[in-house]
């Protein structure tokens, strides 16, 4: 790597046009530009160097690799010839160290990235000392990286991560790290600068939950002015929304672990890598994060409901005789066997989009569980289940395989009305034209049917819960549940409804001790 050294200065001439005339700018003055190197006064008459006009300076070309652009390093401003020759010679060392690199020209490009920032900077050069330290330990010579280089850097590194997992650490580090932390050396973070960040957090939050009051408040002034017709005031609610901040989700426990996770997850790649020492996510304590438990739609829970419009718990089950009339009152409805498979086997809502009819062995009362059909955004797209433990075979009681080969046939007499029209996707469960279904529509529609008929809420995942509750209830074995529902273990299961499962005990045992409390009345009655 020879370097070239030169004389420049910063004797300025006006610039000409084609004709030489002085080219003027929009104020009227003349245009300047510098000589550079081609000064006549750098040079005495012979051709010596001019020591008393202009400086020195440096440029040296830097080899990264085969096909591969050169990088160029460039310096001036030094007074003396040697001291040129001083300041290239100190750069040529500091890339000659990448030579004893496991990859000489990745680290050499590296060390040419540092050299030039410092020389942009003005301050010192990296130390060799501490080059050289790092090169034979096989660690990165880079140590300025900024936590949102290296977070941008391992998202787009990550290849190995479901679409929706994706998702979840993109808006992470979008809406919190980068803003928080992504100006910090990732080699310097530590947990105060975590605490500092979830405090910010949690003051943000205090706002958020203020605008969203202060919009709430305007937003139903606007509608009493329109139930009134006061337009004048109404536009004046709008005029004041439009400049008010939208409504904003607050970010509660759960969004505090997943940030962390998120954080722990990359920094766990960047020890990996060698660019930290330390996980300093892994050091952060958090207050735990209580799953709630699913609780059961009691009698006296559901007259609590109706009088009060309060759900006991976010995750609710259904019991048997709910679950019954639900299936009944969608009897007509087209995803009927949709909810009637989810209810008795437990499927996620993205597996039961998913189920095509090659899962299926009608035969031998099997469902082989091989792909779902996720959301993201609202955009969908078929992937593989959740985990390894998703990918499973369930069985399947007698009435199912009827109501499936029933919808089977159904489909078919679909297929021949609609004619070339018909889109081939395979899956079980679709549009009318057989495309496939939105995630969100079948929720939709699950909601819908429940006001239909007047039940108590639940949400699309607790026909899951339901099924999983009701079969430990009636006893089948925690493992095979497990399985069926594609948990990673049966203590997960157990742990998960053991709670639900007593309460419908103790529901059922009231109900049979309620029948024969009733039938003694009558004896004494007819006595």
């Known amino acids: 790597m020879a370097g070239s050294i030169y004389k420049r200065c910063g004797c300025k001439v006006p610039v000409l046009d084609d004709d030489g005339n002085p080219v003027r700018d929009a104020s009227g003055r003349i245009r300047r530009r510098e000589l550079g190197t081609n000064c006549r006064q750098l040079r005495r008459p012979g051709g010596r160097w001019n020591h008393r006009h202009g400086t020195w300076s440096w440029i040296l070309q830097v080899p990264t690799g085969p096909d591969q652009p050169r990088q160029h390093l460039r310096q001036g401003g030094h007074q003396t010839l040697d001291e040129a020759e001083d300041a290239l010679r100190h750069v040529q060392e500091l890339l000659a160290l990448a030579d004893k690199a496991d990859e000489p020209d990745h680290c050499r490009a590296e060390i040419s990235t540092l050299i030039r920032a410092a020389l942009r900077a003005k301050e010192p050069l990296p130390d060799p000392e501490q080059l050289r330290s790092r090169i034979s330990l096989g660690r990165p010579v880079n140590t300025d990286m900024t936590v949102g280089e290296w977070l941008t850097s391992w998202l787009e590194m990550k290849r190995d991560i479901a679409p929706n997992s994706r998702r979840f650490y993109e808006a992470n580090i979008r809406l919190y790290l980068l803003p928080h932390l992504g100006h910090r050396r990732l080699d310097r973070l530590r947990t105060a600068h975590l605490h500092a960040m979830f405090t910010a957090i949690e003051a943000s939050n205090q706002l958020v939950i203020e605008e969203n009051a202060a919009r709430e408040a305007v937003e139903q ?258 493992r095979v549940v497990q399985e069926t529902l594609g948990h990673s273990s049966s203590t997960f299961t157990r742990d998960t409804y053991q709670s639900v499962v007593n309460e419908v005990k103790h529901s059922a045992a009231a109900a049979l001790a309620e029948i024969f409390t009733q039938a003694a009345r009558n004896l004494n009655s007819a006595g």
């Open 221 to 478: 002034a606007r509608k009493k002015a329109w139930d009134e017709r006061g337009m004048k005031a109404c536009r004046a609610a709008r005029r004041r929304l439009r400049a008010m901040p939208p409504f904003r989700r607050t970010a509660g426990l759960a969004t505090i672990h997943g940030i962390r996770a998120t954080l722990r997850a990359a920094l766990a790649d960047a020890a990996n890598e060698q660019l930290v020492i330390v996980n300093v996510a892994k050091l952060v304590k958090l207050p735990a994060r209580r799953r709630p438990k699913p609780k059961s739609w009691t009698r006296e829970r559901v007259a609590r409901w109706r009088a009060t419009g309060e759900r006991p718990s976010p995750v609710m089950v259904w019991t048997a005789e709910l679950t019954a009339r639900f299936l009944i009152g969608s009897a007509e409805h087209p995803l009927r066997v949709l909810y009637w498979l989810t209810a008795h086997t437990g499927l996620r809502r993205g597996e039961a989009c998913g189920v095509r009819w090659v899962d299926l062995d009608l035969e031998n009362h099997t469902l082989s569980v091989s792909q779902q059909i996720i959301q993201l955004g609202w955009q969908t797209q078929a992937s593989r289940p959740k985990s390894d433990a998703g990918e499973r075979v369930i069985a399947l009681d007698p009435a199912t395989v009827t109501l499936l080969t029933e919808h089977r046939h159904q489909q078919r007499k679909q297929r021949l009305a609609h004619g070339p029209g018909w889109i081939d996707t395979g899956l079980v469960f679709t549009q009318a034209d057989d495309g496939p279904l939105h995630p969100a529509h079948v929720t939709d529609e699950l909601q819908r049917l429940i006001e239909q008929h007047d039940l108590p809420p639940i949400r699309f995942q607790d026909l899951r819960h339901g099924a999983a509750t009701h079969a430990l209830t009636a006893g089948i074995d925690a």
